[in-house]
């Protein structure tokens, strides 16, 4: 009698494919070096332009969407290779033959390959920031209310995570980790730019607005990862990884 394989959990599963992910992010010296630069050394340089900003509540938030979201550029570039790069390392094969379901291996990959990483180093980003601003004329706290910088920190986490969602999405179609790269820039800009624009939206107390488009950003993510989870033909996939 053959004994039959089950396949974990989808929770489950989705846990042991992002501590996988994080464990080869700790062990990646590049990776752990562009965080720091995106968490650190970025929002300080950034905050130090927003200094001139006095009394410009629009120009602030705007500043701030980028120190938010930028972060999460990096986070794109991993969901875009999250699968070609590992098929070109050679250590995809064995991912496919694990009793893991696709939805865990997607889910996995995004949360700790791209969205974990990234929304840790957008809050040490966005804490340096403030930290740098407090007491400045163009503080966020003093010159924009508690309301509004909800909704724009909000509003940039969601988009930043339907940005590496994305990435994942196109990113598991490509053929090599350089035709994944080219993809990052049909992403990133729509994105920051739509950020941005919020910000303008959300400062001119148009709320319902900007929570319509969040509301549109978290349903196009549970609609994209359920859509790679289905396209995706785990078969070639393995078979192309030798």
Do not use: C
């Not at 070096?33 to 410009?56: K, Y």
């Not at 004329?137 to 940005?163: K, N, Q, R």
């Not at 090599?176 to 624009?197: D, E, M, Y």
């Amino acid at each position: 009698m053959r004994d039959e394989v089950r396949a974990l959990p989808a929770l489950t599963g989705t846990f042991v494919v992002m501590r996988r992910e994080l464990r080869a992010l700790l062990q990646d010296r590049r990776s752990v070096t562009m965080m720091l630069i995106f968490g650190l050394v970025l929002p300080i340089v950034i905050a130090n332009g927003a200094i001139g900003a006095r009394g410009r509540p629009d120009i602030v938030l705007v500043i701030m969407t980028e120190v938010l979201v930028f972060p999460y550029i990096a986070g794109l570039q991993a969901a875009l290779t999250a699968f070609v790069g590992e098929r070109e390392h050679g250590t995809l094969g064995p991912l496919l033959a694990t009793p893991l379901s696709n939805v865990s291996i997607f889910a996995g990959k995004l949360l700790g390959a791209a969205y974990v990483p990234s929304l840790a180093t957008s809050a040490i980003g966005f804490t340096a920031f403030l930290l740098f601003l407090r007491g400045k004329a163009a503080d966020p706290f003093t010159i924009v209310s508690h309301g509004v910088l909800l909704e724009t920190v909000v509003l940039s986490l969601v988009a930043g995570f339907a940005m590496v969602v994305l990435g994942l999405l196109f990113g598991s179609k490509a053929k090599s980790v350089r035709g994944a790269q080219a993809i990052t820039a049909v992403v990133v800009f729509p994105v920051i730019f739509g950020v941005q624009a919020l910000a303008f939206v959300v400062v001119r107390e148009s709320a319902w607005i900007a929570w319509s488009i969040m509301l549109g950003f978290a349903v196009a993510i549970v609609v994209s990862v359920g859509l790679s989870a289905r396209i995706w033909n785990r078969e070639e996939a393995l078979v192309s990884s030798g």
